[in-house]
């Protein structure tokens, strides 16, 4: 069985980071689902979305400025859990997972 697992991606000020996982993710063409929650002031969606366009991978980007990393990863989880992910994994912005150990 392959299922995806959500993957859940606090970050706060590390744009530089969050955009290597992106492209990485992007590059592999990996399925499973990954879910951003940026606690920086400035949103930096629009740049997200610039990376994924034309892809195949589902990124969900959520600006939530000043929120800690428990609560932004709780948000994600709860986020996850309401698009129907069954599972989850933690993955720090400075991280990466061989999608095909997950």
Request: glycine share 2%; hydrophobic share 40%.
């Amino acid at each position: 069985m392959n299922a995806k697992v959500a993957i859940l991606i606090p970050t706060l000020n590390r744009h530089e980071f969050l955009e290597r996982i992106v492209c990485y993710y992007r590059d592999i063409q990996s399925a499973h689902p990954i879910y951003i929650g940026d606690a920086s002031a400035e949103s930096y969606q629009p740049r997200i979305k610039q990376l994924v366009q034309n892809s195949l991978i589902d990124v969900t980007y959520f600006h939530w400025p000043r929120l800690n990393e428990r609560k932004t990863l709780t948000s994600l989880a709860k986020n996850a859990a309401v698009d129907g992910q069954e599972f989850i994994a933690l993955h720090g912005d400075d991280d990466f997972f061989v999608p095909h150990s997950l």
